[in-house]
């Protein structure tokens, strides 16, 4: 595998990881509303189909944010929203460094953060 691979992977681990805590964390805290839990882990669950994919023999499509999953998902095709997978990056701090790329790229630096990254 190589490096930018194993970089995405650790990503992704971390991602699920950080559902993982949120979803025990809403489940220690009777504060929390059940509709937080709930949305943590149909997030940890999407993060999970798009990590296990590979090994599953299933296939990713790179989709926009806007595009309805159950097309792909009718062909059996795991819908990887990059949008998705950028936001969460950046909220754990990490992937800044695509924001210049992506203005070297062209992006205007004013653009969505996400599709810039």
Not at 11 to 22: A, W
Not at 63 to 85: C, H, K, R, S, W
Request: charged share 25%; proline share 5%.
């Amino acid at each position: 595998m190589d490096t930018a691979a194993l970089l995405q992977r650790d990503s992704m681990e971390g991602i699920i990881k950080g559902f993982e805590q949120r979803i025990q964390g809403a489940r220690q805290n009777p504060k929390i509303p059940k509709s937080k839990e709930i949305f943590y882990e149909i997030m940890k669950e999407y993060f999970e189909r798009i990590y296990h994919a590979r090994e599953q023999g299933k296939k990713l499509a790179w989709v926009g944010l806007l595009f309805p999953p159950e097309i792909i998902l009718a062909m059996d095709i795991v819908p990887f929203v990059v949008e998705q997978y950028i936001i969460q990056l950046l909220a754990s701090g990490r992937g800044y460094e695509y924001f210049d790329l992506g203005e070297a790229y062209g992006f205007d630096k004013e653009s969505c953060s996400p599709h810039l990254a």
